[in-house]
Each structure stands twice: as structure tokens, then as C-alpha cells.
């Protein structure tokens, strides 16, 4: 459990850097912009490379027994459910007419910012690979 931990924090971390970074670098087409103007597209596709580089990088912490499935699976969700963590906070914070600013860590609206998307992937990661194996099983 330590290294799926480690693998899923990981992930999770690279998928919000890359995200941010990728998104930044290609612009292009608004994801929601209702929810959040600044979320594109390109940002999407930073976040899936970013949760695969991270699944990939820990590859050595990855548990023998974890199918290449479920690696697939644990990428995937954990880049559907960033996305939708930010997203979920953008619209919080419009909501509620209000915007979370901080220069705590560069490039992030604020330390929540920073573990909205671990809070919603963690859970979701380890369901996700739970059932997987149940099914390979």
C-alpha cells in the first residue's frame, strides 16, 4: 500500500505541474470557460502525460502484482479526476464570488489549489485499482 501511495501522490503532482505547464505552452480551446477561462484544452493533455510520466517514473514502486491494466486505469482516472478537482474548485470560487490567490507556490492560485486534485484522486486511484484487480482476478 506505502508504494501505491507513493505512485498516486506522485502521479497526482505531475499531472498539476504538467497540466499547468502544457496548458500554459499550447493555450488553445477553453476547456469550460463558464467554470474557468484559464483551463484549456492542452492543459488536458499536460495532465494525462503528466499522471502517465508519474505512474511511469515510479515504475519501480509500482507492486509486481499490478496488472499493465491496472497502470492504464491509474493513469487515466488520475487525469479525469484532476481535472476535475480543478474544475470543481473554479466553480466553488465562482460561486461564492471569490478567488484564491497565493505566491506560497508558483504558478498556483493557492495551497488548496495544490491538493484539490490529490483529495479527489487519491480516493478514486485506489477504488479504481481495487476494482481492477477484483475483475482480473
Do not use: C
Not at 30 to 41: E, G, I
Not at 100 to 122: E, K, P
Request: aromatic share 8%; charged share 15%.
Amino acid at each position: 500500500l506505502d508504494r501505491a501511495r507513493a505512485t498516486i501522490n506522485a502521479a497526482v503532482a505531475l499531472s498539476d505541474i504538467a497540466a499547468y505547464a502544457v496548458g500554459s505552452a499550447l493555450r488553445g480551446r477553453k476547456l469550460m470557460p463558464r467554470v474557468d477561462p484559464t483551463k484549456t484544452w492542452g492543459g488536458v493533455l499536460g495532465n494525462l502525460i503528466g499522471a502517465a510520466v508519474g505512474v511511469g517514473w515510479l515504475w519501480v514502486a509500482v507492486p509486481p502484482e499490478w496488472s499493465p491494466a491496472a497502470v492504464v486505469v491509474l493513469v487515466l482516472v488520475i487525469a479525469a479526476a484532476s481535472v476535475w478537482a480543478d474544475l470543481t474548485g473554479s466553480f466553488i470560487q465562482r460561486a461564492f464570488r471569490t478567488e484564491v490567490r497565493s505566491t506560497v507556490i508558483l504558478g498556483y492560485g493557492g495551497v488548496l489549489n495544490r491538493v484539490d486534485s490529490l483529495l479527489m484522486a487519491f480516493p478514486l486511484a485506489y477504488f479504481a485499482l481495487l476494482l481492477v484487480h477484483k475483475l482480473l482476478e
